[in-house]
């Protein structure tokens, strides 16, 4: 069944714009439209954040963003105020009040007792779709590629990015990759309602999938029932590698760009940085909810208070916010100013080269450089034109997951892992199979996926870490009960084996729903 295709930025609609639709509503009889300034959570940062936090305000007010600023204290001062998240209560009640966070980056301490409070920040309010536009401003910004526009939309909250890891053996540590259906339809139409919005032409899915069936698989799965739903964009799928090498070589060929957490994060800083400094590139946060804007790059510690810092990146994430709030006239006029800055040569440091460049110029001097502009349009680069919101929003129910009938779950079987470190994988199958086991029969023994037992291989290497699979070995009905697993672990732990987890096997809809062992 097909979603109305829209475009769900816009449907963070702004507060500004619902207040004046509010009142318009309330009172038909009124003629003239009451506006408001938009609350905007605001957080200086670390390192070089206040000062390009600073410059990008400047810019936003001569702009006429009708922004409400509400200053927030994170970071390095939270953290070692004893917040091990770097996040005071009080900033939370922000968020949430205002739902718009333009953020400048901030400095994560080292050590273990500290957590990201980007990842703490984005998980924590269901910020799920991280969006990057890649663009390169060739001639003016040097770049092998200067045919570069593309966007990458990484899944924002899965992946191993649930930070769950576990030592489990003498030599092995594990860390679980968590997707979810609906974190990938989410992620995936979010994708599709971007490109439909933007004009975009394709939209395509990086994964790896050849390995990862059932993670990546699925991911993979997702994307293709989504895009029968939007026929008038096209698409192509990518193995992760292969994707990662074409994107470095010959970006060009992207377009929109969806992939997992882990793969959006790599290489979305690889697109940031071939276009031609990390310093350019904004980034997008969105949630149901709440969006949080910020530069892609970090807080710049070495050249932190020198004024020489590059503010663009956090400018034209405050671009994308005020596109966000349904403000188009000053993204407009901003964007432009600053194309019209790049490719007049007024460049900071980390763009400025003696051939492409015209004047060198601080943070502050940038800054006012774009005031200057404000109302121009550049002649070379391709000036931009945002324009108001002109047609039906999607509700969040619409962008919401599917529902669909929960398959059909049995128990089948269990991969039952050992600590084991007392012999060759024949020695342990020898000894499994004296553990009465009831109705399970011991199938396979695999060391780090690959078969090592029955007919491993001598050339195998083997950790300490065993993964021991038990199924029915009635294939007519191979359905178990959990106490058959209780029963066995039990027998297992009296042989004086050490079993670290075990994972349940079941089927779905009378699907296997777990992978073969390597070489099975
Ligand atoms: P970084 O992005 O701060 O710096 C990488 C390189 O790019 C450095 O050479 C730096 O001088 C340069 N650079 C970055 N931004 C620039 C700008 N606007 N203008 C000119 N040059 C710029 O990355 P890092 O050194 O790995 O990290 C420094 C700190 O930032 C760390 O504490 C890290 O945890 C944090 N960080 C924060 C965020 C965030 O808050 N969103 C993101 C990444 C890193």
Redesign the pocket.
């Known amino acids: 069944m097909g979603k109305p295709v829209a475009q769900y930025l816009h449907a963070q609609m702004s507060i500004r714009s619902n207040i004046v639709l509010r009142i318009l509503r309330h009172n038909k009889q009124e003629s003239h439209t009451v506006s408001a300034k938009t609350p905007v959570t605001i957080a200086y940062?670390d390192?070089?954040g206040p000062e390009?936090m600073e410059a990008t305000l400047k810019i936003l007010d001569a702009a006429g963003a009708a922004i409400d600023k509400e200053v927030i204290e994170i970071g390095r001062k939270v953290y070692e105020a004893g917040h091990s998240a770097g996040i005071p209560p009080e900033a939370w009640e922000s968020l949430r009040r205002t739902k718009v966070f333009l953020k400048a980056?901030?400095?994560?301490p080292q050590g273990s007792g500290y957590k990201s409070l980007?990842v703490t920040i984005r998980k924590t309010l269901g910020l799920y779709a991280n969006v990057r536009p890649c663009r390169v401003y060739s001639p003016f910004v040097r770049t092998l590629h200067p045919d570069m526009d593309l966007v990458i939309i990484r899944e924002n909250e899965e992946d191993t990015y649930a930070g769950i890891e576990h030592r489990q053996t003498d030599q092995v540590v594990q860390c679980l990759k968590l997707i979810s259906r609906p974190g990938c339809e989410k992620i995936v139409r979010y994708a599709f309602e971007y490109a439909v919005k933007h004009g975009r032409k394709k939209v395509s899915v990086l994964v790896k999938d050849n390995i990862m069936k059932l993670t990546d698989g699925l991911f993979h799965q997702v994307f293709k029932e989504i895009a029968e739903e939007y026929p008038g964009i096209q698409t192509d799928s990518w193995i992760i590698d292969i994707g990662a090498a074409r994107l470095a070589d010959t970006p060009e060929i992207f377009d929109v760009m969806v992939m997992p957490n882990l793969y959006g994060d790599i290489l979305s800083d690889i697109a940031a940085q071939i276009t031609g400094s990390?310093?350019l590139g904004p980034s997008a946060n969105i949630g149901e909810n709440i969006a949080m804007f910020?530069?892609i790059?970090?807080?710049?510690?070495?050249?932190a208070g020198q004024d020489i810092?590059?503010p663009s990146?956090l400018l034209l994430a405050a671009v994308m916010m005020l596109v966000h709030l349904d403000d188009p006239e000053p993204a407009t006029a901003i964007h432009n100013a600053w194309l019209k800055v790049i490719e007049e040569g007024i460049h900071?440091v980390?763009v400025y080269t003696e051939k492409g460049s015209r004047k060198k110029v601080g943070t502050k001097e940038f800054a006012e450089a774009i005031i200057k502009r404000l109302g121009t349009t550049p002649e070379t680069l391709a000036p931009v034109k945002y324009e108001k919101l002109d047609r039906d929003l999607p509700t969040h129910e619409e962008m919401r997951p599917t529902t669909r009938p929960r398959a059909k779950k049995d128990l089948v079987g269990v991969d039952m892992f050992l600590d084991w470190n007392a012999g060759t994988p024949d020695e342990l199958g020898t000894k499994l199979s004296k553990v009465d086991s009831g109705p399970l029969n011991l199938v396979m023994i695999t060391n780090r996926g690959v078969l090592v037992w029955p007919k491993g291989m001598p050339e195998t290497f083997c950790t300490d870490h065993w993964r021991c699979r038990y199924l029915s070995p009635d294939t007519n009905n191979p359905i178990i009960k959990h106490e058959d697993i209780i029963n066995l672990l039990g027998k297992a732990r009296a042989a004086g084996f050490d079993f670290i987890k075990t994972e349940n096997l079941y089927n779905f809809d009378g699907h296997p729903g777990y992978s073969l062992g390597q070489g099975q």
């Open positions: 940062g390192g070089i390009i980056p901030i400095t994560t980007n990390v310093g910020e530069a790059h970090g807080s710049a510690p070495p050249i810092a590059n990146g900071t980390d």
